[in-house]
């Protein structure tokens, strides 16, 4: 492969020149620039980006933690995000945290040794301490304080859609699948719906779900092991593949859908569009929370101020998995 | 931050001697040594890895270029894949390629500046030429030619263990739906489905998906079209997300699913396990492809012998879309 030497040979200038050429820094006769150009096209010179890298301090890749890249949600998310990346001319590396432990701390001290410019984190911060590095760092519905920006869905509004839907349906008995991780946004779909069901007289069995563990195998057991044991509710209200592992158990037992039984799921990835019934769910709007994540991420990284709104509106998908009227 | 300077600095040696002790290159004294590390420590120094990188030409990264991130196959692939580089000391970086032209030839352009060490690749070659590059590339179910190593699975299994199910639950018109490749080794599920089903009188009706179009909407919405059209089939082979797609539009339609209708997906991923009935259908070993495609990557990245199998059996999940007698 041919290097900077050979195009400097060839143009017959010598390699400093070659490189303020190609990087378009300082001045150089546009006769030398064109004898340049032209040796680097005959020779197909490729210029080492490692060379670049180091004399910018800066690599164009931002770090992607995920608890799971195969849970539906966080595999939309990162179709989103490593599209939304490439718009602004960023690289996307990724790093799951579920299977591995200490990898969060392990991905963030990769951080500190400039593997790359910034992270968006949808885990926990590990640990307690605050992330002690220059590099930015957003959080996507994960409250890491120290004034990190964290982008996240308005879940007040989904816990209150979701009540509302599930009072219209006339349900008496609802089982409430929820999961509660450490000052998450999460928390409030989970209080307004807590609240509203409350004020409405409607009973509620809680069962909760381990914080970050977002396996399917996961979910589809608890599912099942909520529905056999909590068999005379007339509602549930849980994220999607637990809804869809809700529904599964319930009909396996001889139960309809919707008639004896009505179904919310939480998140609205591509599988609730999937079966028949569809399932009735919130949504999270997830190319807005990437949009915003990386508009947020850059504005960081050159220094100037990011969208002020970092929450993001959900949205209901009426299924069949509910009775409307 | 603290720099290796503020290290040499401290420890009251040259930054060469630093460089040396941290890089474990070239003799030092074990009282030197001591005296750099405790500097190192004190400082909480971090080594910058854009000067490693540029001094080993080397990154650690490796690309994994896929069509669409979403796709169930293809977050789990990744998962897998993710988990098994680091494993072995790799970082991963990410490629969607399924709605941005031309990604797969500017993706491969920074194999050539090194902004990674290799590229395992899930879609097609981008044109016609062979891929120039001194870094190493594996294909994962694609078909790049020139000696490049291509893992995949025993899709000639596949379509024979799906021909034998039909025929055991005794379908007499069957619906294919497939997509084709450029020299993909996904032929052999079609060609060996084909030719078991005429061998036995089965009429097989066929509908072709495009190449690479792998979101959710695409492939629900053709097999709802399907289904419609072929309303008298009593089979229907297809990948998960266009069998969940079949399912549905004929529940939809008033048919019963397996008495009217019986349905065989392929890839097995998790989505098959998630509704009641689950889902027929042959699995792709998917932590297998992943770990064979990361043993190949790393056996020609240190210029070893790599796996000389890289055909990964599949196996047939006994979901309830199918009667078994």
Redesign the interface.
């Known amino acids: 492969?041919a290097g900077i030497k050979d195009v400097a040979r060839r143009a017959g200038v010598g390699v400093g020149t070659v490189s303020r050429a190609l990087n378009g820094s300082g001045y150089i006769s546009e006769e030398t620039r064109k004898k340049i150009l032209e040796a680097a096209k005959a020779l197909d010179y490729?210029?080492?980006?490692?060379?670049k890298?180091?004399y910018r301090?800066k690599?164009d890749?931002i770090g992607i933690m995920m608890p799971?890249?195969?849970h539906?949600f966080f595999?939309?998310l990162?179709?989103h995000l490593?599209?939304e990346l490439?718009r602004y001319g960023y690289?996307?590396?990724?790093?799951?945290t579920e299977?591995?432990d200490n990898?969060e701390r392990e991905f963030l001290?990769?951080l500190?040794?400039?593997?790359m410019d910034g992270i968006i984190a949808c885990v926990d911060l590990p640990g307690d301490e605050e992330p002690e590095t220059?590099r930015p760092v957003v959080t996507l519905e994960r409250n890491w304080g120290g004034g990190i920006p964290m982008v996240h869905s308005d879940h007040a509004m989904g816990g209150k859609i979701a009540a509302q839907v599930m009072l219209e349906a006339g349900c008496r008995k609802v089982l409430h699948l929820y999961s509660q991780g450490k000052d998450s946004p999460f928390e409030q779909r989970h209080r307004v719906f807590r609240e509203i069901m409350s004020a409405h007289g409607v009973q509620l069995v809680e069962a909760e779900a381990e914080w970050n563990h977002m396996s399917?195998?996961y979910d589809?057991e608890m599912a099942r092991r909520c529905v056999r044991q909590y068999s005379d509710v007339d509602g549930i209200f849980a994220s999607d593949?637990q809804a869809?592992?809700c529904?599964?158990?319930a009909?396996?037992m001889g139960k309809r859908v919707p008639e004896d039984l009505q179904i919310v799921g939480y998140d609205g990835t591509?599988?609730t569009?999937?079966?028949?019934p569809?399932l009735t769910c919130i949504c999270q709007d997830l190319p807005r929370l990437a949009q915003v994540s990386v508009q947020t991420m850059v504005a960081l990284l050159e220094g100037k101020p990011y969208p002020e709104d970092l929450v993001i509106p959900v949205a209901l998908q009426k299924g069949g998995t509910v009775r409307w009227t």
């Open positions: 492969m490729q210029p080492n980006e490692l060379a890298n180091l301090n690599t890749f799971n890249l195969e539906p595999a939309s990162l179709k490593e599209l490439y690289k996307c590396m990724v790093c799951s299977d591995i990898r001290d990769m500190k040794r400039n593997v220059e399917y195998g589809l593949v869809f592992g529904m599964a158990a009909l396996e591509e599988i569009r999937m079966t028949y569809t």
